[in-house]
């Protein structure tokens, strides 16, 4: 029976402090770190003022480290010049009102509610969007025995983004995040950056940092930078994450450039094959208008998903290339249709340079044949007399022979004229085909490898 009292007392002291009665370990001890002293248990906390810094001397400065825990970049559009991407940052600071035996708790981290605790009222002041997954009431921090608060904060942000899309489809983009207190001067908080993020580097917490389908990711520098309040003369500290992202150029390349390109190849083929050399000309016309508005569509494209800048991207100056070599000669092809028409219907006589050239090309024969034909003028019967009975029947039937005779050497060197022109025509567009052809592969050379010669932004 005399076991019976000091039974029930150590019944009643497990009671208090085994968690009998729902009390743990952990939540006395966030009673005593919160309360006005360690041996009152005050469920409100009022021992503790989160909206007051947690430093002692008020004088002092309290630092903040603030670094990227993971990050997926999840939408870049240029056309806004905005990047999206959900990320976790990671802050820790000293709190000087906290603190515990660690031997006599046995608790190394404490999960408290963010509301209890101070927390630094930090923002992403290039962000013009945020989303919390996690709302701040619900969000919980990590106290260390020593004081050390360890807070994460997981959203989704819409983070301005200035870009340079000259070298588009193969540019990179570097979009500065910047993250600091908003209230708070450096003289009452000042940050620390965390670690610089390479590309798939392997760091000592397990981090994801990706970029999407269209983006690679390749790296975040990390700096300690400032912004001053020039009303009131205010300092505050902040952090810059510059985050480095690369193009994959391929499906540009693919949809766009390579069409482009073809597209252009078939038309100059079409403005100077020498396959139709009459009525048919005219539709070569037609390929290039056609041609030219189909790059203009695809140039249209390219600027809908562009800034509206001073400058067209690469891919842009690629595509009006194409146009002005179109153009160029859909304008050739008129030129020779008209020149070629007008052979025709003045009856243009071929002149000595064009027949030299087509002498050049094989025609030496041709020509020596027929040169004879095209400039016979004689009429041998401006030399024949005829007397006797009957003469001036034989001298009208020989003036109509004579005149159908001028007629067939009429149709004779007309025809022959038009062989001439036929083949100096053919000559000029397979002569401009080539040069047509040569020039779009020099453009198209020339634009495409322009971004070697461009200084990567991230260096």
Request: charged content about 20%.
């Amino acid at each position: 029976m005399s076991c019976i009292p000091y039974c029930f007392l150590l019944a009643l002291i497990c009671f208090g402090i085994g968690g009998a009665d729902g009390i743990t370990v952990a939540e006395q001890l966030k009673d005593v770190i919160m309360a006005e002293s360690e041996n009152s248990f005050i469920s409100n906390f009022k021992g503790y003022d989160n909206s007051i810094r947690p430093v002692v001397n008020e004088k002092d400065v309290l630092t903040v480290n603030i670094s990227l825990n993971s990050m997926s970049v999840l939408v870049l559009d240029p056309a806004e010049e905005t990047v999206s991407f959900s990320s976790e940052f990671i802050l820790q600071w000293q709190d000087e009102f906290i603190s515990w035996n660690k031997s006599e708790y046995n608790i190394t981290w404490l999960k408290l509610k963010e509301s209890f605790l101070w927390t630094p009222d930090t923002t992403v002041s290039t962000s013009i969007n945020t989303n919390y997954l996690i709302d701040s009431s619900e969000r919980y921090v990590s106290v260390k025995h020593d004081g050390t608060v360890r807070q994460s904060i997981y959203a989704v942000f819409v983070n301005l983004c200035d870009m340079n899309v000259d070298t588009f489809p193969y540019d990179s983009q570097t979009c500065m995040i910047k993250m600091g207190p908003w209230s708070y001067t450096k003289e009452e908080v000042t940050c620390v950056n965390g670690p610089d993020i390479a590309a798939n580097q392997s760091l000592s917490y397990e981090g994801e940092f990706q970029g999407n389908s269209e983006w690679d990711f390749e790296g975040i520098l990390t700096s300690v930078g400032q912004t001053e309040d020039p009303d009131v003369n205010f300092t505050f500290s902040e952090v810059h994450f510059a985050l480095t992202v690369k193009r994959r150029p391929q499906f540009y390349v693919w949809v766009l450039l390579i069409p482009t390109y073809i597209i252009t190849v078939v038309c100059i083929f079409g403005l100077f094959t020498s396959t139709a050399n009459h009525g048919l000309r005219e539709e070569r016309v037609n390929l290039g208008i056609t041609t030219l508005l189909s790059s203009a569509v695809i140039l249209q494209i390219v600027a809908n998903s562009m800034p509206k800048t001073s400058q067209l991207p690469l891919l842009g100056n690629f595509i009006l290339a194409e146009i002005f070599v179109v153009a160029i000669g859909v304008l050739f092809s008129v030129l020779v249709l008209t020149l070629h028409q007008r052979a025709h219907t003045r009856e243009w006589r071929p002149p000595a340079w064009m027949l030299w050239i087509l002498r050049m090309t094989g025609s030496s024969k041709f020509l020596s044949r027929n040169i004879t034909k095209i400039r016979h003028k004689s009429s041998t019967a401006e030399r024949i007399n005829y007397t006797g009975e009957g003469a001036y029947l034989f001298k009208n039937l020989d003036e109509s022979l004579q005149s159908v005779r001028e007629y067939i050497q009429e149709e004779d060197r007309d025809y022959f004229r038009e062989l001439t022109y036929i083949k100096f025509f053919d000559r000029l567009d397979f002569l401009l085909l080539v040069i047509f052809q040569v020039g779009n592969a020099l453009v198209t050379l020339f634009l495409v490898n322009k971004h070697y010669q461009k200084v990567p932004l991230n260096q």
